[in-house]
């Protein structure tokens, strides 16, 4: 029998903990990416009243594009390894969230977000400890 690392394990288990607080949002809008032992979560925020729009649908889905590069990128960058992000994409607006080893990970996050075509600001409220 294969064992599995504790680390794995507790991001594994964070992932799933995220999940009830991404309910409200369609599968479109929500992404989950766990690669070795880094975890990245997020989410697009539709920011229209009422009925979407033309122009409020074509923001959606390009926030959704965002989300998903952002989440990707941070997933498969080998400085994020042991990070647990979760990423916040609305109106080209890129918030980051969630725990990371130190102040050069935090930056690096920033980083990388920063450097997706499309994303707008990058807010960063990580912290270290992770």
């Not at 599995?4 to 992404?31: D, G, K, M, T, W």
């Not at 997933?75 to 969230?97: I, K, P, Y």
Request: charged share 15%; glycine share 10%; hydrophobic share 45%.
């Amino acid at each position: 029998m294969k064992t599995v690392p504790l680390h794995r394990l507790a991001i594994a288990a964070a992932a799933l903990a995220c999940a009830p607080a991404f309910a409200q949002y369609s599968s479109a809008n929500a992404i989950s990416r766990v690669n070795g032992n880094t975890a990245v979560v997020g989410t697009t925020v539709d920011s229209t009243v009422g009925a979407p729009t033309e122009t409020s649908a074509a923001a959606l889905r390009s926030d959704q594009i965002l989300l998903a590069s952002v989440v990707n990128a941070l997933v498969s960058d080998a400085r994020m390894n042991g990070a647990q992000v979760e990423v916040q994409v609305s109106e080209g607006r890129v918030t980051l969230g969630g725990i990371v080893r130190d102040g050069d990970q935090s930056q690096a996050a920033r980083a990388i977000a920063d450097g997706i075509a499309g994303s707008a600001n990058v807010t960063s409220k990580l912290t270290t400890g992770g």
